[in-house]
């Protein structure tokens, strides 16, 4: 199968659950963003998220999308150590116009997923996990009053600044991390030339700072005082 | 007018294929800045062939950047920290008085080491014989101006054609990639009318040989177009992308 | 090995089987009626080519097209890195897509000119009817040659010719025809027709019942010495332009399979014919390696110029002027003074002595005084800077990494240096040599260019002699080997030869001497340079052949080579190199003496004009000289091919008027 057998089927599968991710964050971010203006909207379109099979399904092919992106990452990366050799280079250094984050995406990767651990953690287990178990009839599964408060939890985790901080590093990376991934899926689908190329690269870099930002924005909020 | 400087040098030296190879630091005096880069090693050469020591090995041939066999790993760049330059055409003004230069081979698992600073970069060769190439025997062909060729294609298969396979791509590579080398072919190609018969063929052939022959995968860092000697583009490679899955798609 | 033999009993003529009729129908009519080889009898017959440039590479692939089971060697580690690729400036063809007037007698012409009258005129013409043929077969292989906005190919005009025939990739030319070589050659690898060697070097040709039958290859990874067999040998190994030591050959460029096919039996004829290319750039040191071409192609919108007085370029000598500081009434455009009709694009032969005119009578310029002016300002200002460098942006790149100044503010400078040889393998009209089964292409051979070679030819007898001439002229011989077996490795013939080779390298490893191998090429070069260079004399010439005497004792007394036979070892290849080149020396001081004339290339400074100009003799010299090895230490025998012209009335060059 050419999508596992060759390096550039391969990398399309990896552009393609990126751009998937992608669009699922610009997604993530626009709801967020709510919050900062109507809890009861923000809540509203979490509820519309809930527990209703559309929502799961949706929930298990983006997961499918972070484990395939992750699973492949984690392939070729083995792969390139291989094709590097057993003996590196005394002295290297990049030449100038080499992004940093595109030489490290997979740290970068890593720092996400760890985060994105804590992240599921502090609002998935709490909100949709809690609906989820309800309906198949476990009770004792956590407060589902609460599960449908997403603001409540929003505003629970973002009144500690510690947590603000921790998102911010998180979202920092994670800006790293698109700025490269973002024009380098398209540059893998074959979607740029000489003309589009430096185009393309900075509609990236606008891209993933308009997500970012949308992220940002709440433990930015929260840090300097307000609340919702 | 002429200077010179000292340098140290750190350079490896390995015996053969299997030997386990060191560096080796020596000190060079009075090298003239207007020396190339080539000519301050064969200045050490002879001295140490004056000291009755073997010569360090080292690739070149041309020596004015176009043959592409010289291939040096210097001070961590391939070719020296100059950009659209190969060794040979780097010169020792662009040194300082007094510096440290570490020189290495290529080091990918695609191109062992030979000896010293020289490696094996057949694999290049081989990606090319598996379809770099326009299926057509000598004679028989249609007259040069049979087929206008648009000016910009011409000139934009030219850049990628002006690729001279010296393996600064992959060497560099920090995914041990030869995608930019083989891009540049594919692309070239595909930009002809010439070669377009037979680009999704080609495309695909040179890909899988690519792969076969151990080199690593395509993370876009462009590492690769930043140290060509020959300032090809990665928009090469959006091409070879291009035409690989849009071939694979119609498969 | 030839028998010494007495130079008396032997006819010294030699007949270079040109096929009879009229100029113009004799390719047409050889190639209607020679021999061919079946296919099913194609298979069964090997074949050895020697080198990768665009003449090897060309012919391996052509061969392995046609069905014949090709060998085929190159000494750097790939194919595509052999020397035709340094070639920068285009490739000639009478294809008249300009209607300026060009075609295939034109083209012949002005080669037979170019080469002063010394050129096999039906090699010549043949040479001429191909060049198109090279065109259309380098395209259909997706060679990007420059083009027109309207999509058709471009021309730009060269030295020697008043039409624009030179077809041209950027400064690259070599380098994309080659690849288009390589691809085709690569094609025939991946489809297992053609073996490639890389990284080997040939030290001997193998002659068995007096035909050649193989080759003797060192693998220069791992030092072993190995047997090949073949039906039939093809060299196409270049030029032996590095005996001068500096030159604008690759380092590895050598004539040591001329010189192995030289002591076969092959002749090796006017060794005389060196060319100085003009457009160089300076000497600057005593660690130097080698030297760097610019293209001629500069010359059609740069122009030469030395100040026009004595106080003005010592000034500049001293560093106390610059170039851009002399006014236009100030300055000698000496190629436009000189030669009103050409100007600057006169050959190259005719514009590297005007340079060394110049500088040899005080008025060159560079802190050594041996650089002239190439200057772009007019062009610029007229063209403006963006046409300049999208003709010839690579080139000023170069010259500004090497030199460290910006061509297009101040004027380049440049000096002529050696740069191709017209003399080589004597090849008849089927570019065979006088060993039979041994044939020689490119510039190995001396065929095409007579006494002098003009600008983007080079590529175009590479290229003809590979694709469209060998391949045909080869079944002429192979069609009677049809019932050779392939022969074993191991008949004595190859084993006398292999031991032979392993002799001479035990040999330089056991001197042990004190001296470098580079120090002594370099002693040879500057012998070379000072006496067999641009301008030669009796007396000089002389001098020469005394002096590389010497220079060969010291050679093979005093050359220090350290490390072993089995294993890499650059030292050796080289001293292997260097004995050869030692030999070329003298062969070609010794052509030059004997050749008491001057002959495009050859300029012998007792033959003159009284305003400077090459002065043939016709008289006695339209013949190319062969010389036929006579054994080790004895003098050579000189054999001559008459070279009559049946179409061509001889004339004195003129690029005056």
């Known amino acids: 199968m050419w999508l596992i057998d060759s390096s550039i089927g391969r990398k399309l599968i990896m552009s393609i659950t990126g751009i998937f991710l992608v669009l699922f964050l610009i997604f993530h971010g626009t709801m967020n963003f709510v919050v900062l203006f109507s809890a009861e909207a923000y809540n509203a379109i979490a509820g519309f998220l809930g527990a209703n099979w559309y929502a799961l399904i949706g929930t298990k092919i983006l997961a499918l999308g972070f484990v395939v992106h992750i699973l492949y990452a984690l392939y070729l990366t083995f792969q390139n150590q291989k094709a590097r050799g057993s003996k590196s280079y005394a002295v290297k250094n990049n030449q100038k116009g080499v992004e940093w984050a595109s030489q490290n995406m997979l740290v970068l990767g890593i720092i996400i997923l760890g985060f994105m651990g804590l992240h599921l953690f502090q609002f998935w287990s709490k909100m949709q996990l809690v609906e989820i178990s309800h309906k198949l009839g476990c009770e004792n599964a956590g407060n589902l009053e609460l599960a449908k408060d997403g603001a409540y939890w929003v505003r629970h985790y973002f009144e500690n600044p510690y947590y603000s901080v921790l998102y911010i590093i998180w979202l920092t990376a994670l800006w790293f991390h698109l700025t490269h991934g973002v024009w380098s899926a398209l540059q893998t689908i074959g979607a740029s030339n000489n003309i589009w190329l430096p185009r393309i690269k900075v509609i990236s870099n606008i891209l993933a700072t308009i997500i970012i930002l949308m992220f940002i924005s709440i433990p930015v909020y929260f840090l300097l005082g307000f609340s919702i | 007018m002429e200077k010179t400087i000292n340098i140290t040098l750190k350079i490896w030296r390995q015996a053969g294929p299997k030997a386990k190879g060191e560096f080796v630091t020596y000190k060079l005096d009075n090298v003239s800045t207007d020396s190339s880069f080539l000519e301050m090693l064969d200045v050490l050469n002879e001295k140490l062939i004056s000291e009755r020591k073997e010569p360090i090995v080292f690739d070149h041939d041309c020596r004015e950047g176009i043959c592409g066999m010289c291939s040096l790993f210097i001070n961590g760049h391939p070719h020296g920290l100059d950009a659209g330059t190969t060794t040979c055409q780097l010169h020792m003004r662009r040194f300082k008085d007094g510096e440290t230069i570490t020189i290495e081979p290529w080091r990918s698992k695609a191109f062992p080491v030979l000896k010293d600073l020289r490696v094996d970069r057949n694999a290049f060769d081989k990606i090319i014989q598996a379809g770099g190439y326009v299926s057509v025997n000598t004679g028989g062909v249609p007259d040069g101006n049979a087929i206008p060729i648009s000016k910009i294609a011409a000139d934009e298969a030219m850049d990628a054609a002006s690729c001279i396979g010296c393996g600064a791509c992959a060497a560099t590579c920090k995914n041990g990639s030869a995608m930019l080398f083989v891009a540049a072919k594919v692309s070239q190609l595909a930009l002809l009318p010439q070669g377009r018969v037979e680009a999704a063929a080609r495309a695909k052939a040179m890909v899988a040989k690519m792969d076969e022959l151990g080199f690593g995968n395509c993370t876009n860092t462009g590492a690769c177009e930043a140290e060509c000697p020959k300032n090809v583009s990665i928009s090469h490679i959006a091409r070879l992308n291009r035409e690989f899955l849009s071939a694979k798609f119609k498969d | 090995m030839a028998k010494k033999q007495d130079s008396a009993s032997v006819d010294t003529t030699i007949d270079a089987k040109v096929p009879a009729g009229p100029l113009a129908e004799k390719w047409s009519n050889y190639k209607a009626h020679q021999k061919l080889v079946n296919p099913a009898n194609k298979r069964r017959l090997d074949v050895i080519v020697v080198g990768t440039g665009l003449a090897g590479a060309s012919a391996a692939a052509s061969l392995a097209e046609l069905g014949f089971n090709v060998l085929n060697f190159c000494i750097q580690d790939s194919p595509r890195r052999a020397h035709s690729i340094a070639a920068q400036g285009g490739i000639n063809a009478a294809k008249n897509y300009k209607n300026d007037g060009d075609s295939v007698y034109r083209l012949f012409y002005d080669t037979i000119k170019g080469g002063d009258y010394r050129a096999r005129e039906a090699n010549v013409y043949r040479l001429a009817e191909v060049s198109n043929n090279i065109i259309d077969q380098c395209v259909a292989q997706g060679v990007p040659f420059a083009r027109e906005y309207g999509g058709l190919l471009d021309n730009r005009s060269f030295g020697g010719a008043q039409v624009s025939r030179t077809f041209y990739a950027k400064g690259q030319t070599g380098q994309q025809l080659l690849l288009g070589a390589y ?331 004190n001296k470098s191998v580079d120090t002594i090429h370099r002693e040879l070069g500057l012998v070379m340079w000072d006496f067999v260079g641009m301008a030669r004399n009796k007396a000089g010439l002389e001098e020469a052949l005394t002096k590389i005497k010497n220079i060969r004792k010291e050679f093979w007394t005093n050359v220090f080579v350290p490390g072993v036979n089995a294993d890499t070892n650059i030292e050796l290849e080289k001293a292997l190199r260097l004995a050869d080149f030692i030999e070329i020396g003298e062969l070609m001081a010794r052509d030059a003496l004997m050749r008491e004339e001057s002959c495009g290339g050859h300029f012998r400074e007792e033959y003159q004009t009284p305003d400077g100009e090459a002065l043939r003799n016709d008289e006695e010299f339209s013949f190319a000289s062969c010389w036929k090895f006579n054994g080790e230490g004895e003098d050579p025998i000189l054999l001559k091919e008459p070279l009559e012209y049946e179409f061509i009335k001889r004339q004195q060059r003129n690029y005056k008027a």
């Open chain 3, 183 to 513: 691809s085709a050659l690569s094609r025939q690898v991946g489809k297992g027709a053609v073996k490639l060697y890389s990284r080997y070097e040939m030290l001997d040709v193998v002659i068995i019942e007096g035909r050649a039958r193989g080759i003797i290859a060192r693998n220069l990874t791992t030092g072993k010495i190995e047997r090949f067999f073949a039906h039939a040998v093809v060299v196409g190994t270049g030029g032996y332009g590095n005996a001068f030591f500096l030159s604008t050959n690759a380092m590895t460029s050598n004539g040591s399979a001329a010189v192995q096919m030289y002591k076969k039996g092959a002749y090796f004829a006017n060794p005389a014919y060196a060319q100085i290319h003009p457009t160089c750039i300076p000497v600057h040191g005593d660690f130097q390696s080698k030297l760097t071409l610019m293209s001629e192609s500069l010359r059609n919108d740069g122009r030469i110029w030395v100040p026009k007085r004595k106080e003005d370029a010592e000034a500049i000598r001293a560093g106390k002027l610059k170039a851009t500081d002399l006014k236009e009434e100030d300055r000698d455009y000496y190629l436009e003074r000189r030669y009103p009709a050409f100007g600057n694009l006169v050959p190259r032969d005719v514009a590297s002595r005007a340079a060394k005119e110049r500088c040899d009578a005080g008025f060159g310029v560079g802190n050594t005084g041996l650089a002239v002016y190439l200057d772009f300002s007019d062009s610029i200002n007229r063209l403006g800077e963006d046409v300049i460098r999208a003709r010839y942006g690579n080139l000023f790149q170069m010259y500004e990494k090497i030199v460290d100044e910006n061509p297009y503010k101040t004027p380049m400078m440049i000096y002529p240096a050696i740069h191709y040889v017209m003399g080589g393998i004597w090849v008849d009209y089927e570019l065979q040599t006088s060993v039979k089964g041994l044939f020689c292409i490119g510039e190995a051979n001396f065929s095409d260019h007579g006494a002098n070679r003009l600008g983007a030819s080079a590529l175009m007898q590479g290229l003809a002699d590979g694709y469209f001439v060998l391949p045909y002229t080869i079944q002429n011989y192979l069609a009677d080997q049809i019932q050779v077996p392939r022969l074993s490795v191991d008949l004595p013939e190859f084993a006398e030869a292999e031991k032979a080779v392993n002799e001479k390298i035990e040999k330089i490893l056991k001197i042990q001497g």
